[in-house]
C-alpha cells in the first residue's frame, strides 16, 4: 500500500515570509513528484513537478526531493494571503504517466495578513 | 492549454438512479484519463484509470460493475455511478495526461449528492 504522508497542519505563516511544506513517502520506486494546491470546493491545481533530486524553482516556489530519504518539500517564498489553501502532495508510480497518484491528505496554509 | 472540463459541475440523484458524468480533455488528446474522489475533510483517491479503447482498471475497493467507465475517445471518459445510494455521494474528478509529461490535468470536478 502506497502511502504519502503530510502534516494536516494548519500552518500559519506571517505574510511576506517563507512557508515551508514537507512530504514522505513510502514506495521507492516512484518516479514522479508533485504539488497541487487545492482551495475550498475546489480541484486541484498543479503547483510543481519534481522528478529527480535537488532543487526546482519557478517564480516564489521551490520543490525540493531527496529520493533517499523519501522526501519531498515545497517553499512558498514572499507569501500572500492569497496563497492560502491546501497543498496536496502526490506521488506517480513507476509507470510514469500512465500512474494514477497518490495523494497525502493536504496541508492547511494559512497566511496572515 | 492542458483544460479538462467536467460536466455536470454538480448533480442530485435520488437513491437507486443512475448518474453520468463527462471528462473532456479541451486541448489535447489524452492518452491517459483518471478518475478521483475525494470525500469531505480527506485527500483524493484514485479510483480508476482508462486508456481510450481499452477497459478500465480499478483500484482495490472500487466496484467496477458500480463505477462504469468508458473511454470512447481521446478527449472523452464518462463515469457512470449506477445504483447510487447516500454513501456515493461526493466530489468526483478526472484528470488526464497529455502524454508527454507525468503530468496530470485535473478538471474542475462533479459534486454528487444522493438523496
Known amino acids: 500500500q502506497k502511502e504519502v504522508e503530510q502534516n494536516s497542519g494548519p500552518l500559519s505563516v506571517p505574510e511576506g515570509a517563507i512557508a515551508s511544506l514537507n512530504c514522505t513517502y513510502s514506495?521507492?520506486?516512484?518516479?514522479?513528484f508533485f504539488w497541487y494546491r487545492q482551495y475550498s470546493g475546489k480541484s486541484p491545481e498543479l503547483i510543481m513537478s519534481?522528478?529527480?533530486?535537488g532543487d526546482k524553482e519557478d517564480g516564489r516556489f521551490t520543490a525540493q526531493l531527496n529520493k533517499a530519504s523519501q522526501y519531498v518539500s515545497l517553499l512558498i517564498r514572499d507569501s500572500q494571503p492569497s496563497d492560502s489553501a491546501t497543498y496536496l502532495c502526490a506521488v506517480g508510480g513507476s509507470g510514469g504517466g500512465a500512474d494514477g497518484l497518490t495523494f497525502g491528505k493536504g496541508t492547511h496554509l494559512i497566511i496572515q495578513p | 492549454g492542458a483544460v479538462v472540463s467536467q460536466h455536470p459541475s454538480w448533480v442530485i440523484c435520488k437513491s437507486g438512479t443512475s448518474v453520468k458524468i463527462e471528462c473532456r480533455s479541451l486541448d489535447f488528446q489524452a492518452t491517459t484519463m483518471f478518475w478521483y474522489r475525494q470525500f469531505p475533510k480527506q485527500s483524493l483517491m484514485l479510483m480508476a484509470t482508462s486508456n481510450e479503447g481499452s477497459k478500465a482498471t480499478y483500484e482495490q475497493g472500487v466496484e467496477k460493475d458500480k463505477f462504469l467507465i468508458n473511454h470512447a475517445s481521446l478527449t472523452l471518459s464518462t463515469l457512470t455511478v449506477t445504483s447510487a445510494h447516500p454513501e456515493d455521494s461526493s466530489f468526483y474528478i478526472c484528470s488526464a495526461t497529455t502524454g508527454s509529461s507525468y503530468e496530470q490535468y485535473f478538471g474542475p470536478g462533479t459534486r454528487l449528492t444522493v438523496t
Open positions: 514506495d521507492r520506486v516512484s518516479q514522479s
Open positions: 519534481i522528478y529527480s533530486n
